[in-house]
């Protein structure tokens, strides 16, 4: 899950992309198309009511982290997680993340690319884990014995 979220945040820094509602609203994608907007505050006003101002100024939106979605990487990664703890915490996650991965691009957030890099990344690590593992322990090891070093 971390490295999921780490390798993640790197690409944020590699390939920054906007997400389609905030393209077309700075011009960036020149489009009248009406569902070219940002759903999720018409929708959030109408579920959370008078709540919904106030929550979504704390909440807020961040218009610069689209690619790829770690949002949808990460629970892409629990829902492997959740499987491997049984079948009824996998249904539940895998219903998640594909209830997300749907809301995500309806609601302008992503688009169905970012989505793709985030299931990219989450395969990738989850089949390249067991070949990075002793390299990664050995690491861990290094830097433990590092930081016993420096408080003798």
Do not use: C, K
């Not at 971390?2 to 011009?27: H, K, N, Q």
């Not at 218009?63 to 079948?87: I, V, Y």
Request: proline share 7%.
């Amino acid at each position: 899950m971390y490295a999921v979220f780490d390798l993640g945040v790197i690409g944020y820094w590699v390939i920054p992309t906007a997400p389609p509602w905030f393209a077309a609203e700075t011009g960036v994608i020149a489009s009248d198309d009406p569902a070219l907007r940002r759903m999720m505050l018409e929708h959030g006003e109408a579920f959370w009511g008078a709540a919904w101002g106030p929550l979504y100024d704390v909440l807020g939106g961040n218009p610069l982290a689209a690619m790829p979605s770690l949002h949808f990487a990460t629970s892409l990664m629990a829902a492997h997680l959740l499987r491997e703890a049984g079948p009824i915490p996998g249904a539940v996650g895998w219903t998640y993340a594909t209830a997300l991965g749907f809301a995500l691009v309806y609601l302008g957030e992503h688009y169905v690319v970012d989505l793709i890099a985030g299931a990219t990344l989450t395969e990738g690590i989850r089949r390249g884990a067991p070949r990075v593992a002793p390299a990664a322990r050995a690491l861990s090891r290094l830097l433990q014995r590092l930081e016993r070093a420096a408080r003798a």
